[in-house]
Structures are given as C-alpha cells and as structure tokens.
C-alpha cells in the first residue's frame, strides 16, 4: 500500500508534504555540509519530485552530473517538469526500485562513479533500505561524500506534534522507526550527526572508505535499529 500511496501522491506532493516549513531544512543542511563542487557528479536515491535538484545543480554546474533515481513514474515526470522549467541541464532521471538498482546504468546514466550519493526522506519507506544503500554505494567511487536524511519521532517538547509528525510521515508511507541513517554511522568515516525539528530530522553526512569492498560490506554490516 505504500507504494500506491507514493506514487498516487505525485502530483500533490509538494504542496501536502510540509516541504518548507519543516522538512526542507534537512536537505539544505545536507546538501550544505556534502558541499558537492563544481564537475561532480551526484547520485540522488529515492528522488522522489526533485525537491533535491535545483541545489545540487546549482553547485556542481555544468559540467557534473546529477542522477535522479526513483521508483515511480508520476513522481519522475513532476521532477523532469520542474527540471525543465528552471533550466537544471545537469539533471538525468532513471525510473528503477532502489532495492534492484542496476549499477552499471546508473553509472553510465552519471557519466562515471558518483563522487556524492544523498538519500533524503526516502529509504524510510523502502521494503529493503539495506539493499538500497548497498547499492548506491556500489555506484559511487572509493572515498565518496554520503549523506542520509531521515525521520523519526521528535522528542523533548517537540513531541507535542508527534502526531502531525506521524501524519506527514504516514503521507508518503515512512516508517519512523527504521533509522536508516545508522547505516552511515557504521559504514562512514569521519560522521557528523545533525538533529532537527526537536529531532525528528536526522542528518548524517560521512565519506566512504578508499577500498570500494570495505564500503559494500559496512553498508550491510548492522540493520537499521528499530
């Protein structure tokens, strides 16, 4: 039913889903400290309507790389329509289940290996995260930049609006249990870890080890705790 509901949301994502005033604060946090350059090239997981590409374009100019890969059709056509209408050259978009991402075509789709993969709001709802980000990682490069944004239940005095946290989450069908941003803290160097929203964002930006087999194999090394 998730999938359902993600991709029969398409066309009202943006306008339901709490994009600027709560969530788009983890994307620019993330992308901000992933700092993508100019000729890079970026692997963007679950892309969803393209929320991510007007700033990943923007720093990594014309001559990088941006890869959009998502699940559903609808939610791809929303992002080529707004890459379209700001003028977002580097953007390429690939329709692929994250969990069977073929990585050859991604990297080809890339023009080479990704120097930066994000995932933002997107491997929460995932049936298999785990296999989602082994295979991200397999497109990237050795010592690629990572970032996971992520969901769960906010804590503190922000758990008042725990239930319209819910809500939202319960919009696209994520799971605020699954903390797929573990998979960052045991298979990435040099880790910083970001809360907000009284904790119901999380950010981990980290890099990949040198030795591609090391970063593979940490990526499936723990499950996401529940």
């Known amino acids: ?35 993508p350059r100019p000729g890079e090239r970026v692997l963007d ?39 379209e209408r700001r003028g977002l050259r580097t953007v390429r978009l690939l329709e692929s289940d994250a969990t069977a991402l073929d990585v050859d075509a991604a990297r080809s789709a890339l023009g080479g290996p990704a120097d930066v993969v994000i995932a933002t709001y997107t491997l929460s709802i995932m049936s298999d995260p785990v296999e989602a980000w082994r295979r991200a990682l397999a497109v990237a490069r050795p010592g690629a ?20 946290a819910r809500a939202f989450a ?30 119901h964002i999380q950010v981990r930006v980290g890099t990949l080890p040198e030795a591609p087999s090391a970063a593979a194999d940490a990526a499936t090394s723990e499950e996401p705790a529940a």
């Open 170 to 199: 319960g919009f696209g069908g994520a799971d605020l249990d699954v903390q797929p941003w573990r998979m960052i803290e045991t298979g990435a160097r040099g880790v910083s870890a970001r809360g907000l929203r009284g904790g």
């Open 145 to 164: 930049r990572v970032a996971i944004v992520d969901m769960k239940e906010p804590h503190g005095s922000a758990r008042l609006v725990a239930p319209l």
């Open 45 to 83: 997981l679950g892309c969803g309507t393209g929320l991510n590409h007007s700033l990943l374009d923007a720093a990594v100019g014309p001559d990088g790389a941006v890869l959009g890969v998502d699940r559903s059709a609808a939610m791809l056509e929303v992002a080529r329509r707004r890459a």
């Open 1 to 35: 039913m998730a999938r359902e509901r993600y991709s029969s949301g398409a066309r009202l994502y943006d306008a339901l889903s709490a994009e600027w005033p709560v969530y788009r604060v983890g994307r620019t946090t993330a992308i901000e400290r992933l700092d």
